[in-house]
């Protein structure tokens, strides 16, 4: 594992792949952010919106309550208050991107194999977690 993560950091179209990855989700992190800010008949400047990704990003880092349901509340409406756009629509907009981010999450669970899963649980649960590691040990061999 450490030879193949070494390789990859030797490589500059990895390297590359991987900025241009985290470039293009930075930008549509930064459009949803404008996009949940226009519905709520605001606009936010890009320094604030940046601003609210790296608030958003280091919520992934620093965990304070279950998901940091209400920090990030509390943060963004600071934030929005401390650039005049005001602290009921950073309220307002950090629920609701924890709305459409999760019915996301659901939507896109169910269609990509979530159903499936539910369908044929019963094979899931009467097979053992032995039988799961042998079945993947027989596909990598």
Do not use: C
Not at 45 to 69: C, D, E, R, S
Not at 122 to 133: A, E, L, M, Q
């Amino acid at each position: 594992m450490l030879r193949v993560t070494v390789a990859n950091i030797r490589d500059p179209s990895f390297i590359g792949k991987i900025f241009g990855l985290g470039l293009l989700l930075f930008i549509r992190t930064i459009i949803a952010f404008q996009l949940y800010f226009l519905i709520f008949d605001t606009r936010a400047p890009l320094a604030a919106l940046v601003f609210f990704h790296a608030i958003f990003k280091l919520g992934f880092f620093i965990t304070l309550t279950p998901g940091n349901l209400g920090i990030q509340e509390i943060t963004w409406g600071f934030l929005s208050e401390q650039m005049n756009l005001g602290m009921e629509e950073g309220i307002l907009i950090s629920g609701f991107s924890r709305v459409i981010s999760s019915s996301v999450l659901i939507i896109s669970g169910f269609t990509l194999g979530g159903m499936d899963l539910i369908r044929k649980r019963k094979i899931f649960k009467n097979t053992g977690v032995s039988d799961i590691i042998d079945d993947i040990s027989s596909i990598e061999t």
